[in-house]
């Protein structure tokens, strides 16, 4: 059977927000795979969580329920996922081959938190 993609197929691809689907184990293939689909001086964009439920402003506390949320998510998740994969992206991204990585960091506020508006990035 022939894959459905060729290497060296394309420019550009876009990967974003697929962290909670991929194992632990499994990054450094899926970008290996990302990496021979594209072409030469072709262009991986990746956007990924570093999953962190927090307060800016002090207003939530560790009896939030939004707070208590965001620990069993994590705990549930990190036994084979990494839901902080943002963070170590950029280097696993070097390990398989890949140059000129270039990391931005861009906070995603949740809720009514108006003084991060507008967004001091």
């Not at 307060?55 to 839901?83: C, F, I, P």
């Not at 943002?86 to 990391?103: I, T, Y």
């Not at 506020?109 to 991060?116: E, H, K, Q, T």
């Amino acid at each position: 059977m022939t894959p459905s993609y060729q290497p060296g197929d394309y420019d550009l691809i876009h990967s974003r927000c697929v962290g909670p689907g991929i194992l632990k184990s499994r990054w450094r293939s899926y970008l290996a795979d990302l990496r021979r689909l594209l072409a030469p001086n072709g262009w991986l964009q990746c956007a990924e969580f570093h999953f962190s439920i927090q307060s800016d402003n002090g207003k939530m506390t560790e009896e939030h329920s939004l707070y208590k949320w965001g620990q069993n998510y994590r705990a549930a998740m990190e036994s084979d996922r990494d839901v902080r994969i943002g963070q170590s992206l950029g280097r696993k991204m070097r390990q398989v081959g890949f140059s000129d990585v270039v990391e931005l960091l861009i906070r995603v506020p949740i809720g009514d938190w108006p003084s991060l508006w507008p967004f001091p990035w």
